[in-house]
């Protein structure tokens, strides 16, 4: 069975090399690829940018605590779990 499949996948490939089917990439892919790239390169640079503006909060604060307006403790200790 292994040589049947062999020798028609042989037969196949030689049938397909000798056959052209006309089926070529035209100027209308290459121009659509580029666009898709340059696309692709716009949008990595636009998330760069927006990226640096995220700020991290290095205290660790909840968003329920930014809403109501709760301080980090002064004395610098972190705050109890819970």
Known sequence: MTTA???GLAVLTQTQDQE???LKAGPGAFWTFVALGAATVL???SMRRQM???RFDERGETDL???QGV???A???DRPAG
């Open 52 to 54: 640096r503006k995220v």
């Open 20 to 22: 052209d089917f006309g």
């Open 5 to 7: 499949l062999a020798a």
């Open 71 to 73: 301080d980090a403790p």
């Open 75 to 77: 004395d610098g200790q």
């Open 43 to 45: 949008l990595v640079l």
């Open 65 to 67: 605590e930014r809403m």
